[in-house]
T-cell receptor
Framework: DVKVTQSSRYLVKRTGEKVFLECVQD?????MFWYRQDPGLGLRLIYF???????EKGDIPEGYSVSREKKERFSLILESASTNQTSMYLC?????????????FGPGTRLTVL | DQQVKQNSPSLSVQEGRISILNCDYT??????FLWYKKYPAEGPTFLIS?????DKNEDGRFTVFLNKSAKHLSLHIVPSQPGDSAVYFC????????????FGTGTRLQVTL
């Protein structure tokens, strides 16, 4: 059974803290993605990676960075958390090779920045 | 600039009737379209997809229709069941984009008894 896991379901941080969100997939997928979901805005792509050590900016990369040192692991980093980064963060992975491949999602991390 | 739009934020349908969820897109380079279902406190799960070379794809109670000239797709659920109550996201992908998806804002479906 395919699986994407995220390190925390709920996280509370203070403004200015550095925050790490970890995502691990066990499907040997080439592509990994980080989204945030906000009411009325749907899922917005922050960053994605199509290979180890490769990363591409999504639609809203400002205030975030990512790291992919191993194929199965993709980390999202908030260098200095701000209240407007309070959101649900979703990680996903997919096979490479062609467009339109189904993405498999983790359960999400609800981050609150105080 | 919202390239994928779901203009109905919510929909209520009686159990056993048809649910129709709509999605419009503006980017003519999109080649694949997917529907995802999301329950609260869970990640989205893939439901059904369609390639731009087709106009219909069916999987059990779920059918997706694509009208390329109108840049419109729809998801039909027949018959609707209470367990279908969830938020449905439409997503689109173009070629050569590492399976990058652009999502709509979602439609919350409520199936009533």
């Amino acid at each position: 059974d395919v699986k994407v896991t995220q390190s925390s379901r709920y996280l509370v941080k203070r403004t200015g803290e550095k925050v790490f969100l970890e995502c691990v997939q066990d499907m040997d997928h080439e592509n990994m993605f980080w989204y945030r979901q906000d009411p009325g805005l749907g899922l917005r792509l922050i960053y994605f990676s199509y290979d180890v050590k490769m990363k591409e900016k999504g639609d809203i990369p400002e205030g975030y960075s990512v790291s992919r040192e191993k194929k199965e692991r993709f980390s999202l980093i908030l260098e200095s958390a701000s209240t407007n980064q309070t959101s649900m963060y979703l990680c996903a992975s997919s096979l490479g090779g062609r467009a339109g491949n189904e993405q498999f999602f983790g359960p999400g991390t609800r981050l609150t920045v105080l | 600039d919202q390239q994928v739009k779901q203009n109905s934020p919510s929909l209520s349908v009686q159990e056993g009737r048809i649910s129709i969820l709509n999605c419009d897109y503006t980017n003519s380079m999109f080649d694949y379209f997917l529907w995802y279902k999301k329950y609260p406190a869970e990640g989205p799960t893939f439901l059904i997809s369609i390639s731009s070379i087709k106009d219909k794809n069916e999987d059990g109670r779920f059918t997706v229709f694509l009208n390329k000239s109108a840049k419109h797709l729809s998801l039909h659920i027949v018959p609707s069941q209470p367990g279908d109550s969830a938020v449905y996201f439409c997503a689109a992908s173009g070629t050569g984009t590492a399976s990058k998806l652009t999502f709509g804002t979602g439609t919350r479906l409520q199936v009533t008894l």
